[in-house]
């Protein structure tokens, strides 16, 4: 049995839409989806470790939708199939405010990321950060690797590069990565002149933004004491 999950209406598929459509153009991979008491969790991929000497944080995006109806599921399918499925049902939509049923593509199981789950409680909150401190660590990041690495660089040296300019911490914000930051940009989640809510349970990290969070799961070896 297929499974399928309700949008409200045609200005969520949109909205998951362009949300997915960001989140393919850095990791163009996979989705987890978790459905349940009437909301949809998405969760994307932005970092994470790619072997077992790779220091790079895992740093996921996340963003929530209202559903009208479905039965609870946990499952991770290619953002490329749930796109076309979306971009389909966008093009028949005749009544804006209706629901919109999905359905679900074909599952991945080998997807390393998605067996790390954040805990749903325990969050103790920590000072805010400014949305403008978080822009400007993306954009000098994105320019430094432009200017390290040349045009035609090997993916092992360019994956090297990235891994250290994305996994430095912000500085006054030892706890966050560059790389939450980049990924904040990336996914549209920073307004203008928002004070993003900063959370921390254990090796995790939350930021929290009007428009979504950034979940980050710190190395064991960088934890504070």
Known sequence: MSRTFSLVDSLALSDLQTFLGRAGRIEDGSVRLIAGSGVLAVYVAVFYPVGLHDDTPT?????????????????????????????????DVVNPESPVQVGVPIEVNTVVWASVSPPKGGWYPLAPISSELLSGVSARGVEEIKSVVP????????????????????????????????????????????NIKVFETGPWTRLTASRGHILVRRKAWTLQV
């Open 59 to 91: 740093v996921l995006g996340l963003r929530t939708f209202a559903l009208t109806e479905t039965e609870p599921f946990d499952v991770v399918v290619p953002v490329r199939s749930l796109l076309d499925r979306l971009a389909k049902l966008k093009a």
């Open 151 to 194: 045009p035609d660089t090997g993916e092992q040296l360019v994956h090297r590069v990235r891994a250290e300019v994305w996994s430095r911490p912000i500085e006054g914000t030892e706890h966050i990565p560059a790389g939450a930051a980049f990924a904040a940009f990336t996914l549209g989640f920073l307004g203008a002149a928002e």
